[in-house]
């Protein structure tokens, strides 16, 4: 987890370094094709095998939320601070859980409320609304969090339905044809320089995801889950330190506050569910 944490950091620092210097679909979309490369011994396969037409719908109605959510991403980046944008996306785990209570029904304990309304407030404590000028930016860092929190929501039925290495191929492939028209409305001629850089964030996001599942299969969310706040962490050393970005004693108060919240509600699931595995002791032995 903490070589997931810097995998992300390295991936928010290059985008940020790149300043907007391309519109940021085309942005996204030269990063996703690089993926997609290498992703293609996967996708060659399971296209010529074939979905049913519910499936093929999970598909593309997360490709179109993971295309909104990397287009504000994108932009997000080029606006506001490396800290600000790792601060909010912590979001994303508690959208999924509202969302999850929303759509699938799942029950919300007390608890578990008030672990959202802290992380709610944490993101308050990060945007300070009313406290200081918002910056488009923030909201469409908001944006993204809300979409890429639906897109793990339709991860999770996917993920019932097929692999998980075609969960993973075929939304590559679907975001890079989303963004494929709304990169060439507004192309800008890149530089090797930073396609390169492009690549490299592709590399990245590829080495952070694997390193995440390989913790995740090591050990329980429980001891993995507070580590993610490391990223704050690093994303804050980052913008001091290459970026002249100055440290937001409140931008790292609110990520605490998310974080601890996603904590407890790991921490809570993992009780519950071990509460429903482990037998009574006096059940009958087999």
Not at 148 to 166: D, M, N
Request: hydrophobic share 60%.
């Amino acid at each position: 987890m903490l070589l997931t944490g810097l995998c992300f950091v390295a991936v928010n620092g290059i985008v940020r370094g790149l300043e907007g210097a391309l519109p940021a679909p085309q942005a996204a979309f030269i990063r996703f094709l690089f993926g997609l490369a290498f992703l293609l011994p996967v996708i060659v396969p399971t296209l010529k095998q074939g979905f049913p037409a519910d499936v093929w719908r999970l598909f593309l109605l997360r490709g179109a939320l993971h295309v909104a959510a990397v287009i504000a991403w994108f932009y997000a980046m080029s606006r506001i601070t490396v800290a600000e944008v790792t601060a909010i996306g912590f979001l994303n785990p508690i959208m999924v859980t509202i969302g999850a209570a929303l759509i699938f029904g799942e029950k919300l304990a007390v608890r578990r409320i008030l672990a959202i309304a802290v992380a709610l407030i944490g993101a308050l404590v990060v945007l300070r609304p009313g406290l200081r000028p918002m910056d488009p930016g923030h909201l469409s860092q908001v944006a993204a969090a809300v979409c890429f929190g639906l897109s793990y929501l339709i991860a999770k039925q996917l993920a019932e339905r097929v692999p998980a290495t075609v969960v993973v191929a075929m939304m590559s492939l679907t975001v890079s044809i989303g963004l494929a028209p709304l990169a060439l409305m507004d192309w800008v001629p890149p530089t090797l320089e930073q396609i390169a850089w492009l690549g490299l964030v592709a590399v990245f996001a590829t080495a952070g995801h694997y390193t995440m599942t390989r913790a995740f299969a090591a050990a329980p969310l429980t001891v993995t889950q507070p580590v993610t706040f490391l990223q704050l962490v690093w994303a804050s050393l980052l913008g001091v330190f290459v970026f002249g970005e100055p440290v937001d004693a409140w931008v790292l108060l609110g990520g605490a506050m998310m974080i601890g919240a996603i904590s407890y509600i790991t921490w809570r699931e993992a009780r519950v569910r071990a509460s429903t595995v482990t037998p009574p002791v006096n059940a009958t032995k087999a």
